[in-house]
């Protein structure tokens, strides 16, 4: 409770003195801006500068004007014109200034803590003068059913409405530094915030389709994104804040997190769906193991490696050539499906002296399906599919490869110079703070002619925005080549990644279609139908800057013809890559792991959801779970096993908590936990039995290593988890790579099998030598569990080191049951007794 | 050519106001200057250069260091603003509506306004001018 407690307190402090100067860059004459805080301070508008400031009062269609100069008040005064006393940070405001200048504006005591948000703007019925309050860049697509004015780049108007007569370009973006006229058919209010985490979407129901409707609209918007992302560092010329107070920052408390099997980002076998082939390092087909060997597939007969003959397997060696010139390439994985091998490669196509479009095209993958001969095992025909970018996951479902690649378009942009007009100031250097602020970024040419760059309009000098792909036809084409395929999100100041799931037939080789995804994701998970994309890009606002948690969470179907089915949004935070499942009951609910975080660092104690696919284009939330963890700690991990989950705190030394998630509209918190006692690395549910394995380091009580130490858990009753057996395997010269992939841990028919190695360093009469170790988990007749060690390959020279694509694999041949290991790229067999 | 265009539109949606009995109470029913201004860097703007480093970000796929000198190329952005500037001249503001600006500009004393007198749903309010 201590720990927690001091934590906040220091949040608290910190927060109370908190502020920041903020600068604008004022141009001469008049300009439609907004502020980034709510200021009472209107000497901010000096009168050396300015000489007019106006807002607009929408909800009594009033004006309300400002002048630092006397006779100008006095105008606006005699005209029963209400005067502008606050400026608050979602309004927009017409300024006159007779110079360029700079205007600088504090945010000060902002309660960052505050669960005032600021996500939300009321505007009323008729014409709103608004600016966006917090630090985002939005497109005005998402709020198309407004119409919208935007004076703005070179003194034009922008609108979002097609005047036919008139040549008025389309409002560009949507930003906290510029105001704008938004009409409102009817009072309402508009959480701006959750619109920007939208994606721009058209129709209604299960008709909803992108709202792209030509590939130049696409490219435009790839462009935009990449140009606002970009130049984002100097355009808002908010790098330059400070901290007008500034408290000593010292670490009152330092948690202990450390891997729990759960907090770790070490995962088993992915989860298998019936009728879909997942790519791996190694597959047993027919009558063969095929293993991933350096850049090649290695195909062997089970029986020989079952006899342990000395043979050489066969190779299909994956290379590529351009040429003749052959290419740097990674083999990553493969599929076998249909008598089809389908391998997975990525090419570094680096050339000499590239282009542009060569050098953002470096990154290629390499898709190549042999069609395979058996007994003698080769193949009779191959077709190589190239990609632009990185093989994310792919499914192999009857005749259809499905495959996400990930590329990043680029853009090379150019700043204008803008020459300094001969009265700026900043002609005169002083050595003041004034002066550094207000000319820091003045740059002088050889002339000594004095200019800034114009980061708010930069020019695209060279760009490359889409991906392209070559099937087996030879020829490079376009990926994206259906604009209504294409979604992105409303936000406009992230990355510009380009998700792009394709199908391909795996008979001709030939693309049949594709979608692809915008946006910077923190989540892409496949299942066996659907494709789920999560992003924390339009967080809540509490201040200008400081944010807490939210979600944006949007669902594909990709079988057959891949269109988009639906989006939600949690107001808290996902934690990890497994934080999202889907449900193996019911495959339109998804279970949720999630929890409050705010900027400032301080984090909830978590929650979970469960939410279904309404076929609406919205979830609907069937149950949840909250207050997962105990109120001294915050929720660090979750785990989801068919209908249980596993969730632990951020404390390396406290329980693993289980979960029930067996009714969807009640999901609980069970009144069994399990108690850790070291280091635990890894977890291990065994649907069939119901038992989960942890594996981890020993403890003891000085804080000193032991050995590797193995557990089987019963969680059949959920409630009262039972511990079958342990074992301690070795002393502290021992580890085992499960530690850090889940895939080297084998569980089947109530046999574990997994590798331990040693440190080579020395050794005591307790250490076990490297080898892969099969243990049985046996009952006595008392009912009395224990795990039986059975066998472990004599040899440790094999296993003193591992990779990431080592794995364990059981293997039947002739009614005897084998373990293959593959470490290396070699494969190691060995039979296990009866 | 845009100002042409204005104007007609101008008229014809002024004109659509005094019909619909949308007019506002704007004094400048004559001026057809509004959004034609332009700020008076303007003219430097096709004078590009790589910007300094510190500008480039991880998504540029190191586009700005690898090309620190490109001063000479003019983008198409920069060449269709300075034909657009040669075609349609700097509009200049007299008489008693303009403020002089501290480098000798005149500047419109009204606030900017898409089609100057047209305060309707169509188009956004303007304050008086003062």
Not at chain 1, 86 to 91: A, E, I, N, S
Request: charged content about 25%.
């Amino acid at each position: 409770m201590l720990k927690r407690n001091l934590f906040i307190l220091m949040v608290l402090m910190y927060s109370v003195v908190w502020g920041k100067e903020y600068s604008i860059n004022m141009k001469s004459g008049w300009q439609l801006i907004g502020l980034p805080a709510d200021t009472e301070n209107m000497r901010l508008f000096n009168r050396s500068d300015v000489r007019l400031v106006w807002s607009y009062n929408s909800e009594y269609n009033d004006w309300e004007g400002f002048s630092p100069e006397t006779s100008v008040l006095s105008a606006i005064d005699s005209q029963n014109i209400n005067r502008l006393n606050r400026v608050k940070r979602w309004q927009g405001l017409w300024v006159f200034s007779y110079n360029n200048w700079t205007l600088t504006v504090s945010e000060s005591n902002e309660p960052s803590l505050s669960s005032q948000l600021l996500d939300s703007v009321t505007v009323s019925r008729g014409w709103n003068l608004l600016s966006i309050p917090f630090n985002a860049v939005i497109s005005p697509k998402v709020l198309s059913e407004f119409k919208i004015w935007k004076y703005d780049r070179d003194s034009q108007w922008q609108t979002n409405r097609d005047y036919t007569f008139f040549d008025f370009p389309e409002v560009d973006e949507l930003n906290s530094k510029r105001g704008f006229w938004l009409y409102s058919p009817e009072e309402r209010t508009v959480d701006l915030a959750k619109r920007g985490g939208e994606l721009l979407l058209t129709g209604s129901d299960d008709q909803i389709t992108s709202s792209f409707t030509t590939l130049d609209s696409v490219h435009n918007h790839i462009s935009k994104t990449l140009v606002i992302n970009n130049r984002e560092q100097n355009y808002w010329n908010w790098s330059e804040s400070i901290d007008i107070f500034q408290t000593d920052t010292t670490v009152t408390d330092s948690y202990t997190i450390v891997s729990n099997g759960i907090t770790n980002g070490n995962s088993g076998f992915e989860k298998r769906y019936n009728g879909v082939e997942i790519p791996d390092t190694i597959k047993e087909y027919n009558e063969y193991i095929f293993y991933k060997q350096d850049n090649s597939v290695r195909a062997g007969m089970i029986s020989r490696f079952a006899s342990n003959d000395v043979f050489t397997p066969k190779e299909f060696k994956l290379e590529y050539s351009e040429n003749g010139q052959l290419k740097t390439s990674s083999l990553k994985n493969f599929a076998i499906s249909g008598g089809r091998l389908i391998s997975f490669s990525t090419i570094n196509d680096t050339k000499i002296s590239p282009s542009f479009a060569e050098r953002c095209r470096e990154k290629k993958s390499a898709i190549t399906i042999h069609d395979l001969n058996l007994n003698p095992i080769g193949y009779r025909a191959k077709r190589d599919i190239f990609i632009d970018g990185e093989v994310n996951s792919s499914r192999l479902i009857d005749n259809s490869l499905y495959v996400i690649t990930k590329f990043e378009p680029c853009v090379e942009l150019q700043y204008p110079r803008v020459l300094l007009q001969q009265s700026d100031s900043c002609f005169n250097p002083e050595d003041t703070a004034d002066y550094r602020a207000r000319c820091y970024d003045v740059k002088s040419d050889e002339n000594g002619t004095l200019y800034r760059y114009n980061y708010e309009y930069p020019d695209l000098k060279e760009s490359y925005l889409t991906p392209k792909y070559s099937d087996s036809t030879g020829v490079w084409q376009e990926l994206i080549k259906d604009p209504k395929q294409f979604y992105a999100s409303s936000n406009l100041a992230q990355n510009s990644d380009l998700y792009t799931v394709s199908q391909f037939n795996i008979e001709s080789g030939k693309l049949l279609t594709s979608l692809t995804v915008m946006g910077e994701m923190d989540l892409v998970k496949f299942t066996e139908s659907s494709i789920y994309f999560t992003s924390s890009q339009s967080p809540h606002r509490v201040s200008f800057e400081e944010t807490t948690g939210r979600t944006d969470i949007h669902k594909f179907y990709f079988k057959y013809q891949p269109k988009y089915v639906a989006s939600t949004e949690l107001n808290s935070s996902l934690i990890d890559r497994f934080s999202l499942d889907e449900s193996s009951v019911d495959s339109g609910v998804i279970r949720v792991a999630s929890r409050s975080e705010l900027s400032t660092g301080d984090k909830g104690r978590g929650r979970i959801d469960i939410l279904k696919d309404k076929g609406d284009g919205t979830f609907d939330s069937l149950g949840t779970l909250q207050d997962i963890v105990d109120y001294r700690y915050f929720l660090e991990g979750v785990k989801f096993y068919d209908d249980i989950a596993v969730a632990s705190s951020e404390s390396a030394n406290k329980p693993l908590y289980l979960i029930d998630l067996s009714d969807l509209e009640a999901p609980r918190k069970s009144g069994g936990s399990i108690t850790l006692n070291g280091k635990n690395s890894y977890i291990h549910y065994s649907t069939d039995d119901k038992r989960l394995f942890l594996v981890g380091q020993e403890v003891d009580e000085k804080g000193i290593d032991g050995g590797v130490t193995l557990r089987a858990i019963d969680v059949e009753v959920i409630d009262t988890p039972v511990e079958l057996a342990s074992r301690t395997i070795g002393d502290y010269h021992n580890f085992s790579p499960v530690y850090y992939s889940g895939k080297t841990f084998g569980y089947k028919d109530s046999r574990v099998v997994l590798p331990i190695q040693n440190d080579g360093n020395s050794y005591s009469p307790s250490t076990v030598a490297s080898s892969v170790y099969s243990y049985r988990l046996e009952s006595d007749e008392s009912g009395n569990s224990a795990l039986i060690r059975e066998s472990a390959y004599s040899s440790d020279s094999f296993i003193n080191s591992y990779d990431s694509n080592s794995r364990v694999l059981f293997m039947n041949y002739l009614s005897s049951n084998y373990i293959l290991y593959l470490n290396n790229g070699k494969l190691f067999t060995k039979r296990i007794a009866e | 050519m845009r100002i042409d265009k204005q104007y007609i539109l101008a008229l014809m949606i002024g004109a659509a106001a005094l019909l619909s009995g949308c007019n506002d109470n704007s004094t400048n029913l004559q001026d057809d200057t509004g959004g034609t201004e332009v700020s008076p860097n303007n003219s430097s703007t096709s004078d590009n250069q790589s910007p300094p480093p510190a500008n480039s970000s991880s998504s540029t796929s190191d586009s700005s260091s690898d090309n620190p000198s490109s001063s000479d190329e003019p983008t198409s952005n920069s060449s269709d603003s300075s034909e657009e500037d040669t075609i349609e001249p700097t509009p200049v503001c007299e008489g008693e509506e303009c403020i002089e600006l501290t480098d000798g500009t005149k500047v419109n004393r009204a606030v900017p306004h898409p089609i100057p007198t047209s305060t309707n749903d169509e188009f956004p309010p303007q304050p008086p001018v003062i």
